[in-house]
């Protein structure tokens, strides 16, 4: 069989590796349009900071692992997928057949449409190349703008402030992580970053970029304008499927898929950021962009290529995300249910946050800030769908003792 994979990331990597194992005969071409061999892009801060070399950011270190494994690495941009003729359409003209198929494109970075976005001292921080040029001009001392405080653009301003540059975020919404977090546990992340020397715009965006000699001027929405020597544009990423236009595969916010992993096109599979798949909370199709999620779609994908009938109950939304030190979480529907209920503590002082959030006699979300001990014990209690019984009153009285109740109710449980 001829198995096919479109980006070569993290989960094309998986997929590739276990379609190997199962299958030792079979061909597999893995495709990525970047020069380099298959990196990661959540390595690329520790690069922006010194820790590693490029080397570092790759997925396997060794440079013969894929030929040692039968494994045709091809560097190519897949413009259009022919369903109908079972074929992968290439920049060059060229096409790739395949018996099955995986996209697993990731995403891409938003521009957004802001008058001087287009010059070369604005840059996402997405690519190797990206960050060759962000090291060369994110010397310590210089100005930084970042735009947007989301997942990623936490994960960055991190890396910069570590360089020694005076580092200014703008974020448009009214806290950090806004798609992530509560308006508490936003705010006190905010506080956090500036008592590290990060100077922090929430409510505001950029409007207008424009040169000023050898630096740039940011406008931004009231008015101000802010002087730098880089702009990194960390506003968002969306699915990369694009070229999937005119396919007749079926894509809302991502590639549509059920719970093998399938779109709507035979033998064609998704996995990773651009699947748009079984939310385990909602019940609904939807993009959960985080590597463990897009390892195990990869790793389900590649064994219903196979046909051996892999499914999925669904991916629980969890997000951990360390800035400066000041570790974060929030998982499953953090931002609560109509009609649930839901119990809040915090410690400003001691940055610490608690946020429990019920459906019934069931934990259906939480939200944490420097509290790593009761990670896994929220992700237990949610994924497992856990009734609470007693132990719900006990938790909207005090939530801090999220581990007992677990405890208890996984004695009451055996």
Known sequence: ??????????????????????????????????????YSRMAIPYLLRGNIGEEGTYLRKDKQHFSNL?????????TAI??????????DKTTLGYDRLLIATG??????????????????????ADARRIIALAKPGAKVVQMGAGFIGCIILE??????????????????VPRMMTPGAGALIKSWCEKHGVRVLTGASVTAIAAAGNTLSCTLSDGKTLAADLIIAATGVKPNIGFLSGSGIKCEQGILVDTH??????????????????NFSTGKQEVNAIQPVA???????????????????????????NTLGLIAASFGQWQGVAGGEHVEIRDDAAFKYLRLEFKGDHLIGA???????????????????VSLGMWKQKLLENPARIMEAYLARAQAAS
């Open 107 to 128: 995403s891409t970075p938003n521009r957004p449409p802001i008058p001087g976005i287009d010059s070369p001292k604005v840059l996402p921080c997405w690519t190797l």
């Open 261 to 278: 992993l399938q779109s709507s096109a035979p033998g064609v599979f998704a996995a990773g950021d651009v699947a748009q798949a079984l």
């Open 295 to 321: 390892a195990e779609q990869a790793r389900l994908a590649a064994l219903n290529m196979l046909g051996k009938a892999a499914t999925t109950t669904g991916y629980l939304s969890m997000n951990v995300l």
């Open 367 to 385: 939200t944490s800030l420097g509290l790593t001990e009761h990670v896994g014990v929220i992700r237990g209690l949610i994924q497992g769908r």
């Open 159 to 176: 890396a910069l402030a570590k360089r020694g540059v005076e580092l200014t975020v703008v974020e448009m919404g009214d806290r950090m």
């Open 82 to 91: 022919d369903t109908k003729g079972a074929k992968v359409v290439l920049a």
């Open 70 to 78: 039968g494994i045709t690495l091809k560097t190519a941009h897949a």
């Open 1 to 38: 069989m001829n198995h096919v994979i479109i980006g070569n990331g993290p989960a094309g990597v998986i997929a590739a590796e276990t379609l190997r194992r199962h299958a030792p005969k079979d061909s597999i071409v893995l495709v990525g349009d970047e020069p380099e061999p298959p």
